[in-house]
Nanobody, 115 residues
Framework: QVQLVESGGGLVQAGGSLRLSCAVS????????IGWYRQAPGKQRELVAS???????YYADSVKSRFTISRDNAGNTVSLQMTSLKPEDTAVYSC?????????WGQGTQVTVSS
């Protein structure tokens, strides 16, 4: 079993920054990738950024050069540093881990960017 707990969301003005963190626990030995999805009201969920065990980091075109995903050495925390935030970045952000035993989701954290 894997548990993912996000933190760091909130309200920020356009142009500001936020850092999201995802605390990972449980059996993550055979994970393939971990990353962040977001879903805005009325829109499809989209993959924002991810780190794979055998693949380079991925970023959606809409966040390239503004967002940075990282993982601590112990692998217990995955962070998403978000800069130059735009109102269109407003969404619920969820941490997701894909492994041989399934796909796991955190509860999500709200990010709201005001114009």
């Amino acid at each position: 079993q894997v548990q993912l707990v996000e933190s760091g969301g909130g309200l920020v003005q356009a142009g500001g920054s936020l850092r999201l963190s995802c605390a990972v626990s449980g059996n993550t030995f055979s994970f393939y990738s971990i990353g962040w999805y977001r879903q805005a009201p009325g829109k499809q969920r989209e993959l924002v950024a991810s780190i794979g065990t055998t693949s380079p980091k991925y970023y959606a075109d809409s966040v390239k050069s503004r967002f940075t995903i990282s993982r601590d050495n112990a692998g217990n925390t995955v962070s998403l540093q978000m800069t130059s935030l735009k109102p269109e970045d407003t969404a619920v952000y969820s941490c997701t881990l894909h492994s041989s035993s399934g796909t796991y989701w955190g509860q999500g954290t709200q990010v709201t960017v005001s114009s």
